[in-house]
């Protein structure tokens, strides 16, 4: 592993050189750091590179000038210097010795002597690797913590202590969670048991850093063991309570299925079900899509268990939590919408709908009927393979009819057959609320009629104006 990190590094010899020349000519040393030596290991390096030195930042500033294409000092009050060169983006960090109040997140940054003082106060031993750069472009090896053994074994450890590191700062724990999505790694007990202790920690962390790293983890290729993992140690508490809150015990007579479990099933299936790029909207509605169900328990005569509603509850559930993580309102609507709507498939049974219904659900979902599809396909968690054979057929069903009346009807523009203008010359009336209700009715009637003649939608229009109370 650690050659074919050499080998990915030494394509990169013309940054690397340029760069660590530089340095080594003003009497300073340069090193790659972090989860840029751990992804180059890896062999999933990406355009980001980061960088520790010696060099104070304003040195920093002085060896990068002329070489880099363009470099900014925002970080500087954390010994950050950033640059870009040819497409790569470029942070340079002065060693880091620094101490923490253990009341916020922020450090007081305190400048370090050493490569080994910056390594050790970094999150992991799998971020806590360094890559000497020198100006001949050698590169050494530098793993003080033993990180390259952790990488080798798919585990995540604490330089030091994980009570101390999560104390220093509690978004750690959170990245736990995170790089097991991410990279498949699972947290030595150690740290499992910090995280399940110090879960009130991050109460400290804002609300847009939890819900970053939430993100990450959510868009990660192993999402459901990462959301697991926040479950297990009781972060998910502090986060998404929502979601262990599905864990309701199974009744005695096995009515209904673990509901947690069956969302984490729902998950996976949604991620396989993804066309390109992870989907995050659609992630987030396959988790939070049965979270109304707690709410709307009711045991039933018999011994029967029901969730009426559910898909209602969820939604307004939905909304509160991803408003109090502060998403955009267009993310919070469309995962929303996407929960509300989950249900809405279950109606058609064996082709029952009239188009007029087929009409109604495209045009709900509008935009998201894509992954409104994806999410109703991946809900199908039922271990009777005819009844999972018949679910999947009738999707398909649905899915030609759709097409079928998209085709003849253009679904995705679905207006109704006179514009404002033509309800005011038609009915004789000026702007105003009459004339938003008759578009609300010429709409109802396009979905429910299809495409009318326009003689027809006039006639129908004059008759609802003549009657309407």
Same mark, same amino acid.
């Given at each position: 592993m650690l050659a074919g990190a050499t080998?990915?590094?030494?394509?990169?010899?013309?940054?690397?050189?340029?760069?660590?020349?530089?340095?080594?000519?003003?009497?300073?040393?340069?090193?790659?750091?972090?989860?840029?030596?751990?992804?180059?290991?890896?062999?999933?390096?990406?355009?980001d590179l980061d960088f520790t030195t010696d060099a104070r930042p304003e040195q920093v500033q002085q060896i990068m000038a002329g070489w880099a294409e363009a470099q900014w000092d925002t970080g500087i009050a954390f010994g950050t210097i950033s640059a870009v060169r040819e497409g790569w983006q470029i942070e340079v960090t002065t060693f880091r010795a620094d101490k923490y109040d253990r009341v916020s997140r922020n450090p007081a940054v305190t400048y370090g002597e050493s490569l080994e003082d910056d390594l050790v106060r970094r999150d992991f031993t799998v971020n806590a690797m360094a890559m000497r750069v020198d100006g001949d472009g050698t590169l050494g090896f530098v793993d003080p913590l033993g990180g390259l053994d952790d990488l080798m074994a798919g585990v995540l450890d604490?330089?030091?202590?994980?009570? @101390?590191?999560? !104390?220093? =700062? $509690?978004?750690?724990? &959170? %990245?736990? #969670?995170?790089?097991l999505s991410q990279l498949g790694f699972t947290p030595k007990p150690r740290v499992v048991a910090a995280m399940t202790a110090m879960g009130g920690q991050l109460e400290r962390i804002t609300v847009e850093r939890i819900r970053a790293e939430l993100d990450k983890l959510i868009l990660g290729e192993h999402a459901v063991e990462g959301v697991d993992l926040l479950c297990r140690t009781g972060l998910a508490g502090y986060v998404i309570p929502e979601v262990p809150a599905m864990q309701l015990e199974i009744d005695e007579h096995h009515q209904h299925k673990d509901v947690y479990r069956h969302s984490?099933?729902?998950?996976?299936?949604?991620? @396989?079900?993804? !066309?390109? =790029? $992870?989907?995050?909207? &659609? %992630?987030? #509605?396959?988790?939070?899509?049965?979270?109304?169900?707690?709410?709307?328990?009711?045991?039933?005569?018999?011994?029967?268990?029901?969730f009426h509603h559910h898909e209602v509850v969820g939604a307004k559930m939905t909304r509160k939590r991803m408003r109090a993580l502060k998403y955009s309102k267009k993310?919070?609507?469309?995962?929303?919408?996407?929960?509300?709507?989950?249900?809405?498939?279950?109606?058609?049974?064996?082709?029952?709908?009239?188009?007029?219904?087929?009409?109604?659900?495209?045009?709900?979902?509008?935009?998201?009927?894509?992954?409104?599809?994806?999410?109703?396909?991946?809900?199908?968690?039922?271990?009777?393979k005819r009844r999972a054979a018949r679910l999947q057929a009738t999707y398909d069903d649905l899915e030609r009819r759709i097409a079928a009346i998209a085709a003849a009807e253009d679904l995705a523009r679905v207006r109704p057959d006179l514009d404002g203008n033509a309800i005011m010359e038609l009915l004789g009336i000026g702007p105003g609320r009459e004339v938003g209700e008759a578009w609300r009715f010429l709409k109802e009637l396009r979905l429910e009629r299809g495409p009318l003649p326009r003689d027809e939608a006039e006639r129908a229009l004059l008759d609802w104006w003549a009657h309407r109370s």
């Open positions: 080998a990915t590094l030494r394509s990169l010899s013309e940054i690397l050189t340029g760069l660590g020349g530089r340095f080594s000519e003003n009497g300073h040393r340069l090193y790659l750091v972090g989860g840029s030596v751990r992804d180059a290991v890896l062999g999933r390096l990406g355009t604490t330089p030091a202590s994980p009570e @101390d590191s999560f !104390d220093d =700062d $509690p978004l750690r724990m &959170l %990245r736990a #969670a995170r790089f984490l099933t729902v998950l996976q299936q949604a991620m @396989d079900l993804e !066309d390109g =790029d $992870p989907d995050l909207v &659609l %992630r987030l #509605a396959a988790l939070f899509h049965d979270i109304g169900k707690p709410a709307t328990k009711r045991n039933e005569p018999g011994g029967a268990v029901s993310m919070i609507e469309d995962v929303s919408t996407l929960v509300f709507l989950h249900l809405r498939f279950h109606g058609y049974g064996s082709g029952e709908w009239t188009d007029s219904a087929v009409r109604r659900y495209v045009t709900d979902a509008g935009a998201l009927l894509p992954r409104l599809n994806r999410l109703v396909r991946a809900d199908c968690t039922t271990r009777n």
